[in-house]
């Protein structure tokens, strides 16, 4: 449970640096702040992966 707690926190924060660096480059809604959320749950959603295999490694090595 709390690797999985780790792995959700991780992605958050990694969405967050993404979306620093990036920005907004989709394109879902018409409005900004809209589009800023939107975008920080893709990054968050992409972002799962990578960050399972460094929670996991990070544990287990």
């Known amino acids: 449970m709390a690797a999985l707690i780790l792995t959700l926190v991780l992605a958050f924060i990694m969405a967050g640096a993404l979306w620093l660096t990036l920005g907004s480059r989709f394109e879902f809604a018409a409005e900004g702040s809209e589009n800023d959320l939107a975008n920080l749950v893709v990054y ?6 990578v960050s399972f295999v460094i929670v996991f490694f990070g544990i287990g090595g």
């Open 44 to 49: 968050s959603l992409g972002s799962i992966p």
